[in-house]
């Protein structure tokens, strides 16, 4: 039992990972940003593939693959995100979802279709009780309060973070001060795509990854989204160790309803819910 | 707003009754033309195709809502009535009734909570069910629909109605095909679609004026979902084979895609838009091996510049000539 | 006389729509340097429009917003803002989540001065609001909120102020601090555009008055003996 608590968590870990950057989009953006589980895969597949250059060394590669990222998803918001500014929302998400599949081709035409595993870099485990835990997922849990922790610090104290802060409840307020309020959304937008790929490169050793990751990942993740509430920090913490539980739960129940009885619960959140996603 | 006749202001309706036929014998022409030059189960495929992007433009481009979820009665059609030719009867009508009656009454359930959410809520999910009722298809109730394996069935001969033969069974899909045109026709002329129409411009003033917007929303979502379950019962009878991937949620890219194309809130759209993505992806893909790279590369490119697609283009070439024209005459 | 006062803002014939509704028609006026001119005139008459329409938010579809020689129309608010104007709106929003001294903050990191200068000019004037200093600015009443805006507005020196009904919903002892405001800033030469429906203000502290009336500009007054006539402006209310 100890053992699925700790997967729930550690399946949270990466789904808070994955969630914070499409919470934040759609917060100061008002955009579904589905091109942010092409960033997520690609970013984890040029870990897999710096990891070995980089004689297995963990940290740097994956270092070096959020670093890697930041262009890409600097490009995908200046050439694509910011043309959808006040678009409808219909465009978005067709927009989005075409840089997902091209990202997906990509990666399967480069890489091909084959998983590809990568090894706990760890390896090392703790007792507790009669249970063998792994310690990598603990540091992932506990990497995952720690950014939970930083957010909060940046958006209460740094500058861009009061910014963003302000600009999301009083967008002209901020402009009549002489702000690039665009420029600030950019720069959340780069944070939190380069979250998604230290969540994608973390989890790497827990799951095989594969092209479609980013979609599947991506299911979860609107709905850790939606019941956290789109654009709320805190609620997406919450609700993505919730459906992180859900998910390891079922998994040890009823194995084949794991991914699904997030959509459930999602749906019974959604009944009872009846607050600001409404009409 | 710029003073537009209302409905009951243009043509009458016996001209208007007359204009309607018209129109399907013209959409009836052109399929028929295109069964002589085109393979024919191809042209099948794209009556069905059609009535489910048909189905998706009312929701989408009428009304203005878009769901990621579509597929989910497109699939349950198909499986109701495959396990109705299977289980209960080999009757084709019965397996279409009941299919469409199980789609129906998802549509009802579901509508009544998911109506209330805006944009991207509503189209996530929606996409969340979608991919419940995938997973069911695939695993949950692999017992009753051999999960992977797919379903297969087969429907009797009714009179001369025999699935099996190709020219009839075009004969059948092309008069559905048309009967769901002609039903979406006189939906979207009656009040009840500029009803539909105006909560799209501006839902506050509708729920201004006294209206029940959310009887209407509704009312929508479920006609949209029962004629995408009729799109599936046609599938199954005509394939005789259902699998779970016609529910897999990404399908419903090639609805939107195909609306797209077309220009979304128009009928003739759809249909434009149903038929050249299916010739599109049928010729494509088995001369591309990238497809899904062109696919989303054509994507972006009708986003961001053709968002009105064919019929927007079509409209605006009308006005420029009939503008030329008049300049030239002035 | 002396040397005449160089136009620090000139607008010429704009016009501004909202889709088809045309709200303002041919508006022309004019800002000396260290003027404060008020704008009345009754609600609907576009007031608003027009102050959103020259800081940037509204683009006008005709016209000419010629800024100390520099034509600005179209420019977006940030720009506008960039360039030392400054606007402080109706609804007297605040940034609500963050504290009053960050609402400063924001204002000094803008137009690139100390944070500190800005928050003890505050202070200076306000002893009180050295207490709200870490206060959430969202839990402030009407009154402090339109101090604040101003103050926020006044940071970095800006050289015109666009202020659309300071005084609205205030109790009148609240007013009184407005007024009081107003007159420091007229006393420091701050060129001002305000709109305000308050007339004892208006005539007290106008250096001229334009009136609105249906996206027009009806009237322009600038005798101080008509400035004062209280009642007569009453009738353009």
Request: hydrophobic content about 50%; proline content about 3%; charged content about 15%.
């Amino acid at each position: 039992m100890l053992a699925t608590i700790v997967y729930g968590f550690t399946i949270g870990a990466i789904l808070y990972f994955f969630s914070i950057g499409l919470s934040i989009t759609f917060g100061t953006l008002q955009i579904v940003n589905f091109a942010h589980a092409m960033v997520y895969a690609v970013g984890v597949y040029l870990f897999i593939t710096f990891l070995p250059w980089l004689g297995g060394v963990y940290p740097l590669a994956a270092a070096l693959a959020v670093v890697a990222m930041i262009p890409v998803a600097y490009v995908v918001e200046r050439f694509i995100i910011r043309r959808l500014y006040g678009e409808s929302l219909d465009y978005a998400i067709i927009a989005t979802y075409a840089v997902l599949l091209i990202g997906t081709d990509l990666i399967k035409w480069i890489w091909g279709t084959l998983p590809q595993p990568v090894r706990d870099p760890v390896g090392a485990y703790i007792q507790v009780g009669e249970v063998d835990l792994p310690v990598y997922r603990v540091i992932v849990v506990a990497s995952a309060v720690a950014v939970f922790l930083g957010l909060r610090v940046f958006f209460k104290r740094s500058i861009i973070g009061k910014i963003v802060v302000a600009a999301l409840e009083d967008r002209d307020g901020v402009r009549c001060l002489g702000l690039n309020v665009n420029k600030y959304f950019s720069i959340v937008f780069l944070i939190g795509s380069s979250l998604a790929v230290l969540g994608g490169v973390l989890y790497a050793p827990i799951a095989t990854s594969e092209p479609y990751m980013g979609f599947h990942i991506l299911l979860v993740a609107f709905a850790v989204v939606i019941v956290g509430g789109m654009g709320n920090l805190t609620g997406t913490f919450i609700s993505a160790f919730v459906l992180g539980m859900v998910i390891a739960i079922t998994a040890r129940l009823w194995s084949p309803a794991a991914d699904t009885m997030v959509f459930v619960v999602m749906a019974i959140v959604l009944i009872f819910k009846r607050s600001d996603t409404q009409e | 707003m710029s003073a537009k006749p209302t409905i009951s202001e243009s043509s009458p309706s016996g001209a208007k009754k007359g204009r309607v036929l018209l129109e399907l014998a013209l959409i009836a022409a052109c399929f028929l033309v295109m069964a002589i030059f085109v393979r024919l189960y191809w042209v099948v495929d794209f009556c069905i195709f059609c009535i489910l992007v048909l189905s998706f433009d009312l929701l989408y481009g009428y009304m203005g809502r878009l769901t990621f979820g579509h597929v989910l009665y497109y699939g349950t059609g198909g499986y109701v009535a495959s396990l109705v030719l299977v289980h209960l009867s080999p009757n084709p009508f019965l397996a279409i009734a009941v299919g469409v009656a199980s789609g129906t009454l998802i549509a009802v359930v579901l509508g009544s909570i998911l109506v209330r959410l805006r944009d991207a809520p509503f189209a996530l999910s929606n996409l969340a069910f979608n991919q419940i009722g995938f997973w069911l298809a695939n695993a949950g109730l692999q017992d009753y629909t051999e999960g992977e394996d797919g379903l297969s069935s087969m429907a009797e001969s009714i009179g001369f109605l025999d699935f099996t033969s190709q020219p009839v069974a075009f004969g059948f899909m092309l008069v559905c095909m048309l009967l769901v045109f002609w039903l979406l026709r006189t939906f979207t002329l009656s009040p009840y679609g500029v009803m539909v129409r105006s909560i799209k411009e501006n839902e506050e003033r509708v729920k201004f004026l006294g209206y029940s917007t959310y009887f209407y929303k509704w009312l929508t979502f479920v006609v949209c979902g029962s004629l995408a379950t009729f799109a599936g019962t046609l599938y199954a009878l005509y394939y005789g084979f259902v699998a779970p991937n016609l529910l897999n949620p990404f399908g419903n890219i090639e609805i939107i895609f195909a609306v797209l194309i077309g220009g979304a809130g128009n009928l003739f759209g759809a249909l434009a838009g149903g038929v050249v993505f299916k010739l599109m992806s049928n010729y494509l893909a088995t001369a591309i091996s990238r497809w899904e790279l062109l696919m989303g590369v054509l994507l972006l490119i009708l986003v961001f510049r053709f968002k009105r697609g064919l019929t927007g283009y079509a409209i605006d070439l009308r006005l420029r000539i009939s503008r030329r024209r008049a300049a030239e005459e002035a | 006389m002396g040397k005449g006062k160089r136009d620090l803002l000139d607008i010429d014939g704009i016009e501004v729509a909202y889709g088809h509704a045309k709200v303002l028609h041919d508006v022309s006026l004019r800002l000396d340097e260290g003027e404060m001119v008020f704008i009345v005139g009754r609600n609907g008459a576009g007031k608003t429009t027009l102050l959103k329409t020259i800081c940037g938010l509204l683009k006008p579809t005709a016209g000419r917003i010629v800024y100390q020689g520099q034509d600005i129309l179209g420019w977006p608010a940030e720009s506008v803002a960039r360039q030392g104007i400054r606007f402080v709106a109706q609804e007297k929003k605040v940034f609500a989540d963050l504290t009053v001294k960050g609402n400063i903050e924001l204002a000094a990191y803008a137009s690139g001065e100390d944070v500190e200068r800005a928050v003890n000019r505050l202070t200076e004037l306000y002893p009180r609001f050295d207490e709200f200093l870490n206060r959430k600015a969202g839990g402030l009443s009407g009154g402090q909120r339109e101090i604040l805006l101003i103050s926020r507005a006044l940071v970095g020196d800006p050289k015109l102020l666009l202020v659309d009904e300071p005084t609205e919903g205030l109790a009148a002892i609240v007013i009184e601090e407005i007024f009081r405001i107003l007159d420091e800033m007229k006393a420091r030469k701050v060129s001002a555009f305000i709109v305000e429906q308050n007339l004892s203000v208006v005539s007290q502290l106008a250096d001229r008055i334009y009136i609105m009336k249906e996206g027009k500009i009806i009237r322009e007054i600038r005798e101080k003996n008509q400035i004062a006539k209280t009642d007569e402006l009453e009738g353009y209310l």
